[in-house]
Nanobody, 123 residues
Framework: QVQLVESGGGLVQAGGSLRLSCAAS????????MGWFRQAPGKEREFVGA????????VYADSVKGRFTISRDNAKNTVYLQMNSLKPEDTAVYYC????????????????WGQGTQVTVSS
């Protein structure tokens, strides 16, 4: 059983930065691949990025590539999403997700989900 809690969301101006954190419970966090997704009002949940269990492999959506960076600290059971050069279209609820197998961009492949944290980017 893994419980995920996101934090770090808020209101930021366009061009600004935020760092989201996802704290996981459980002793086996280091075995899990982690993903970040987001959902804007009236839109489907979309993939943001993912990181493998060791942190040695990451993948990003084209819309955030070069602006967002995923990292993890297995000693702290935490995965991070550093978001730079934020745009109004990045406004959404951001979710982290976990799965023991690599699932990449496929949300159906993630078994555990956090409750989400709101990110609002003003123009």
């Amino acid at each position: 059983q893994v419980q995920l809690v996101e934090s770090g969301g808020g209101l930021v101006q366009a061009g600004g930065s935020l760092r989201l954190s996802c704290a996981a419970s459980g002793r086996t966090f280091s075995y899990y691949a982690m993903g970040w997704f987001r959902q804007a009002p009236g839109k489907e949940r979309e993939f943001v990025g993912a990181i493998n269990w060791s942190g040695g492999s990451t993948v990003y959506a084209d819309s955030v590539k070069g602006r967002f960076t995923i990292s993890r600290d297995n000693a702290k059971n935490t995965v991070y999403l550093q978001m730079n050069s934020l745009k109004p279209e990045d406004t959404a609820v951001y979710y982290c997700a976990a799965n023991q197998r690599w699932s990449g961009a496929d949300p159906s492949g993630y078994y555990y989900w956090g409750q989400g944290t709101q990110v609002t980017v003003s123009s």
